[in-house]
């Protein structure tokens, strides 16, 4: 089976979500996992009002920076009930900066409550950055 250079899928998991991610670089990474948890959630935008918002942190690794972008996300959504659809995203030396373009949540299927650290560990190789993630629901 061929690989697209980014992506996601989800796999079995005992009583949570679980997703692996991959892509060519960890800006790549950050953007499929958000687009990953969106889907898993079945999340849908409204059409309209467009909105954006830029977020930046820094991390002390791959993995926490992951956790962090996505528990993010997250909190937009249940705060100000805005999801996102475009992602502009720089990573440098573990430094995030993301222009997030998106709209409030028109529905979502099901909720994820919390991006979790279980197992999670990203890796590289010849063709990009993987990593799995494990959602709380």
Do not use: C
Not at 43 to 54: C, G, I, M, Q, V
Not at 68 to 96: A, C, M, N, R, S
Not at 107 to 128: C, F, L, P
């Amino acid at each position: 089976m061929i690989q697209k250079k980014s992506g996601f899928r989800e796999h079995e998991h005992t009583a949570d979500w679980e997703l692996e991610v991959w892509a060519p670089d960890l800006a790549g990474l950050l953007e499929q996992a958000a687009r990953g948890m969106y889907s898993l959630s079945a999340t849908r935008l409204k059409s309209k009002p467009r909105l954006e918002r830029n977020i930046q942190f820094s991390a002390y690794d791959s993995e926490t920076l992951v956790v962090t972008f996505l528990q993010e996300l997250l909190f937009l959504g249940e705060v100000e009930g805005i999801g996102f659809d475009t992602f502009t995203v720089h990573v440098k030396d573990l430094e995030v900066n993301a222009i997030l373009g998106g709209a409030p949540i028109d529905s979502r299927m099901k909720e994820i409550k919390a991006v979790t650290y279980h197992n999670i560990s990203v890796t590289q190789n010849d063709e990009g950055v993987k990593v799995r993630i494990v959602f709380d629901v």
